[in-house]
């Protein structure tokens, strides 16, 4: 059974931290994704407090009626507000090959409210992306402190997820900040996905998400403590549920990810299973989902430290930017045909 570890980042963010601590710190956020592609992490700047806050707000969110929702609703197949429950279905972004399943299961039992970036862009770049990565953002009236509590832990998110990437450099063998330049107007998104109680039985091949990889870089995932959670798929087909210690994020890479490493660190296939029967009442569940992105103008190109004689290139360079919307289109076609 693969086991994802739990990792302390507290060396890498002290100063005074031993060098040894670090090494081992490198070796096994390397061997993890080189293996599982997860990890889970503790030891971080972003408190559990805050976490809980912004979890609280998005419950606060998601109780309101359904008209309310609406009024912030999501155009259809938008990345910017409210998309009901069972509205999506995140295995359609696989290819059938990929899936080992039909496609064309029902959708899953979540909603979602999904926010873009929240940083000022220079006018060059807004003419080019002010409708695609860098698309407005829209707010409930309710909660009053929602768009304020979003805005910050969008911002402490992506903060973390660019310590990460330091982390990740470091674990490559290269500089620091060598994934600066090319994250520092990222086009990430933070999704509240929220699994009410289940009242009654999911439809057959129904689940709370269906089986998927992420798209970009790196995914922070902050989730409440309910039935019916995170599952991995391992290497030999079986799903293995994520165990996650209060107070800890799991984090993932995607599939942009895999490809700049030379496919050296693994996207790997997971899903959010439904609760046993006898656990329905009690499995409302949220996460907070930080899905961390380049900028849009960002080459992605292997990277050099993952070449070598024996182990060519095996992608060609593609812009960050069309490599995303390459995966959503291919998100949107298969929905639309299901």
Partial sequence: MQQIPLL??????????????????????DQALCEIGFLCVKGTPLTQEFVRRVQGAALDFFDLSLPEKNAVKAVKFANRGYTGL???GLSYSMDASDLKQDRRAPADLFERYRIGPVDQFSASLLAQYGQTA???NIWPERPLEFAALMQ?????ANQLAQDLLGLFALALNLERNWFESKVDHSMASLALNHYPAQTEPALPGQLRAGPHTDYGTLTIVAPTAAPGGLQIRTKSGNWQDVSVEPGTFVVNIGDMMAQWTNDRWVSTVHRVANPNPGQLLSSRRLSLVFFHQPNPDALIDCIPTCVDATQGKKYQPVNAGDYISAKINRHFKNALAS
């Fill in 8 to 29: 302390d980042l507290s060396p890498y963010y002290q100063a005074a931290g031993s060098t040894q601590d670090v090494k081992q710190l490198l070796c096994q956020v």
């Fill in 152 to 156: 910050s832990y969008y911002q402490q």
């Fill in 134 to 136: 860098y698309a407005p």
């Fill in 86 to 88: 069972a509205e999506l």
